[in-house]
């Protein structure tokens, strides 16, 4: 079985900064691309960022600038450092990882549980 726990939601001041993670645990062979992602009530989850195994990163115009992502393979662990946070940064954040669970398998998506992101003053 596989788990993605997430963790570092929260509330924030409009200017402010959160750091994200994501960590992937249980039986895995070998972890592709990870990413997180993001969805407002009523609307489709829409990309945030991603990391491919080489290192290799994209981001949403949105957070572009504002936004890193990165992770540490020893640990199968994805972050995402958020700063110069906006009020319509305000959502629940999921993390996903592409993995395979054995050498000849195909790739597997998992999806984190969801941490709330909150931007007021």
């Known amino acids: 079985q596989v788990q993605l726990v997430e963790s570092g939601g929260g509330l924030v001041q409009p200017g402010g900064s959160l750091r994200l993670s994501c960590a992937a645990s249980?039986?895995?062979?070998?972890?592709?691309?990870m990413g997180w992602y993001r969805q407002a009530p009523g609307k489709q989850r829409e990309l945030v960022a991603t990391i491919d195994s080489g290192g290799s990163t994209n981001y949403a115009d949105s957070v572009k600038g504002r936004f890193t992502i990165s992770r540490d393979n020893a640990k199968n662990t994805v972050y995402l450092q958020m700063n110069t946070l906006k009020p319509e940064d305000t959502v629940v954040y999921y993390c996903?990882?592409?993995?395979?669970?054995?050498?000849?398998?195909?790739?597997?998506?998992?999806w984190g549980q969801g941490t709330q992101v909150t931007v007021s003053s």
């Open positions: 996903n990882v592409r993995l395979k669970l054995s050498r000849f398998g195909r790739e597997y998506d998992y």
């Open positions: 249980g039986s895995i062979f070998s972890i592709g691309a």
